[in-house]
Every structure is written in C-alpha cells, then in structure tokens.
C-alpha cells in the first residue's frame, strides 16, 4: 500500500498507527489489495488527512464508508472526481447548499475544493471492496477514526461537527460540546432526506458560527 499522509496527522497519530489493531488492520489491507478490487486506490486512503492538516480543520463532515463503485472513492467522504455522476447524496447536498445559499449546483462533485478550506471529510471506514458495501467494517477502521475524532476535539476549538444520519450522530459522545458545534441532521440519502436533511440549513448555520468566532467562512 503506497500511502501518504500529512505530517501534523502523522505525529498526533503516532501512537494510533503503533496500535496492535491498527498493526492488524494494515495486514488485512496489504492481503485484500493484492487479491481483491478495493476502492479508494492505496495512495488516496488517507486523502482527507492530506488536504487537511489537523491544525486547519474547521468543519468535520462524517461518513460511513467510501463508495465502492468504479472511480467513485477518493479517500474524502462523500466527494466523487470529476467526471462521476454525482452519487444519489451528494446530489441531495448541493441540493441543500442551493436552498440554504443559492449557491448552484457545481460542474463536479470534487470536494477538494471543501477539504482544501478545512473541511474535514472523514468516513468511519477507509476502505471498501468493489461493490461490496461494508465490507471492511468492523476490521479496526472505527478504532482509528474514533481517536481521529477525538484528537481533532481534543485538539482543537471552534469546529462545526456535521453529523448527518444515526451512525454518524453516534459519534457525538467523542466531542467535548463546551468547545464545539454539533449539528445533526437526518442523512442526505434518498431514503432519509426529505425527513429533514433537505431544509436543515447546515451550511448556512456553519458559516455563521465560524463567523462568529473570528473565523472564515467556507465557500461551498
């Protein structure tokens, strides 16, 4: 596995990538990418953590697990390259970013662009094989993002936790909530968004609390 990842992550992580279920995790991995189709590409497994050094981080957008769908995964949750059909939710999110600030729909679903500002885009689960949904759950993913989660709660101050569906708002007992803003929402899935992720408002909400703390504003 050709992985790279950012230097402030590397050293706040140090004790996490020593771990013996991480040890473990990174044994399954080499053996699924040497038989198995996986999604993202070894090299972009830890794309999030690239674009976003812990020190930048200003928003925590949490997923479950990448797409696993060719070309699709690129190691930031919910984001696709350019050139992908934008996958049913991230559709739903610019749909709600149009509503909330009448920004249009963009010519990609590219979230660089987010992760690059300090939107961290992080899912529960790294990797995934081919078409095969969930399949590297419950292989020691969860740990390490959960210390992720904490760290940058730990670490940081000020930053707006988007927790969109159960799963996700599961993790809001790793956030110290005297220093952070959590705001939930049903996920933005077909199945689930009409219940009040469509008109939740959480882009505009975000800026305003970035504001309001001496903060820039991200340019969704």
């Known amino acids: ?22 040890t473990n995790l990174v044994s399954f991995l080499k053996d699924e990418y040497h038989k198995e189709k996986i999604y993202p590409p070894g090299k972009e497994i830890f794309n ?8 930048q981080v200003k928003v925590v957008i949490l997923g479950q697990d990448p797409y696993h769908g060719p070309g699709q995964a690129h190691g930031l949750s919910f984001s ?23 920004i249009d729909l963009p010519p990609n679903g590219d979230l660089t662009r987010w992760a690059d500002q300090g939107v961290f885009l992080l899912n529960a689960t790294l990797t995934v094989r081919a078409e095969q949904a969930g399949s590297h759950q419950k292989r020691g993913w969860e740990e390490f993002t959960d210390k992720v989660i904490q ?24 956030i110290d909530t005297s220093k952070h803003l959590i705001l939930k929402a049903p996920h ?26 001496g903060l820039k504003p991200i340019a969704w």
């Open 151 to 174: 760290l940058i709660s730990e670490k940081r101050e000020n930053v707006v936790f988007l927790l969109w569906g159960s799963y996700a708002q599961k993790k809001s007992e790793l």
């Open 80 to 102: 696709v390259k350019p050139g992908i059909r934008f996958p049913p939710s991230l559709l739903n999110i610019f749909k709600e970013i149009k509503s909330d600030l009448g």
């Open 48 to 55: 999030a953590f690239w674009h976003c050094p812990i020190d």
């Open 1 to 22: 596995m050709d992985v790279k990842i950012e230097p402030s992550w590397k050293e706040v992580l140090a004790s996490a990538f020593e771990d013996e279920t991480f």
């Open 188 to 213: 933005p899935s077909p199945l689930s968004a009409h219940r009040g992720f469509l008109g939740c408002g959480h882009f505009s909400k975000t800026n305003s609390y970035l504001e309001s703390k």
